[in-house]
């Protein structure tokens, strides 16, 4: 998979997504990741890419012709499916669902905003979909990018070194994750849960279940909501919620 960011900030984006799962994707090949700058499609001495915005009020606008050119240029190394995508609050909530669908394009365009945000038409005429990571402002598009395309190299064929974390990943579907334990046994009088120490494999499998769904009960109960749990999780999760 090709991801291409547009961004005045080409460096961050490079830089952190050479660390950890996407660095080692990169490197390996299972995916590409180049940035385009809308500086470079300036043609003034100045290098302008904002303006102030029509009807006036505080900061600047990214002015349309320097986006435009270089979400083009980054097309033309397409070598199949595009999406262009922008970043902003006001974009369509990225779920894990919406994040899986996305595997499947060949060529993923992340435009990265900064200022007060980009010209309206840029988005109207340019993108294709706008997305948001979450209910709150940060300074531009590229911690957003970022995030999008760490999650989405992470459910690429060949990338996490366990084909078993996927499953296991898909299997928790749509549930928080139960807790986890390493050594020390005890901590402050703390102890790690005694079926975790059992070596029955069956019973530790039941335990993390129901942990999983108790905890999305307790922190998340919208995320229930809207999934069909089988008979055997329904029945794990009252035996949960007994114990509480
Ligand atoms: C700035 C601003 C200033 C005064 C009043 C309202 C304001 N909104 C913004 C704003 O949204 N600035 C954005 C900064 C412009 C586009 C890039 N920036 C951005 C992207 N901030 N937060 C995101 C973002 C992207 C995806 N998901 C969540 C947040």
């Known amino acids: 998979m090709q991801f291409d960011v547009v961004t005045l900030f080409p460096e961050m984006v490079i830089s952190a997504a050479s660390y950890g799962v996407t660095g080692r994707a990169i490197e390996r090949k299972i995916v590409s990741l180049s940035t385009w700058n ?27 012709q320097p986006l435009h050119d270089a979400v083009m240029d980054a097309k033309q190394t397409a070598t199949g499916s595009t999406k262009v995508v922008y970043l902003s609050p006001q974009g369509k ?10 595997c499947g394009i060949s060529q993923l365009i992340l435009v990265a905003g900064r200022y007060e945000g980009v010209d309206e038409r840029f988005v109207q005429l340019d993108c294709d979909d706008e997305w ?3 209910d709150y402002v940060i300074s531009g598009g590229e911690l957003a990018a970022l995030i999008v395309i760490d999650a989405i190299t992470r459910l690429l064929p060949g990338v996490l070194g366990h084909e ?12 928080l994750d139960y807790p986890h334990f390493t050594r020390p ?23 993390r279940m129901k942990q999983a769904l108790g905890r999305t009960w307790q922190r998340r109960p919208d995320l229930l909501k809207n999934k069909n749990l089988s008979a055997e999780q329904e029945q794990l999760l009252q035996q949960f919620k007994n114990e509480v």
Not at 42 to 61: E, F, I, L
Not at 164 to 175: N, P, W
């Open 93 to 102: 909530p990225i779920t894990q669902a919406l994040l899986s669908e996305a």
């Open 38 to 64: 809308p500086r470079d499609y300036t043609a003034d001495k100045h290098k302008t890419v904002d303006d102030r915005p029509y009807g006036g009020g505080p900061g600047m606008v990214m002015k349309h």
């Open 185 to 207: 046994e005890q901590l402050e009088g703390y102890l790690v849960p005694d079926v975790l120490l059992s070596g029955n494999h069956a019973d530790i499998a039941c335990w």
């Open 132 to 134: 948001s990571i979450g």
């Open 164 to 175: 078993e974390s996927a499953k296991q990943d898909s299997y928790m579907d749509g549930l």
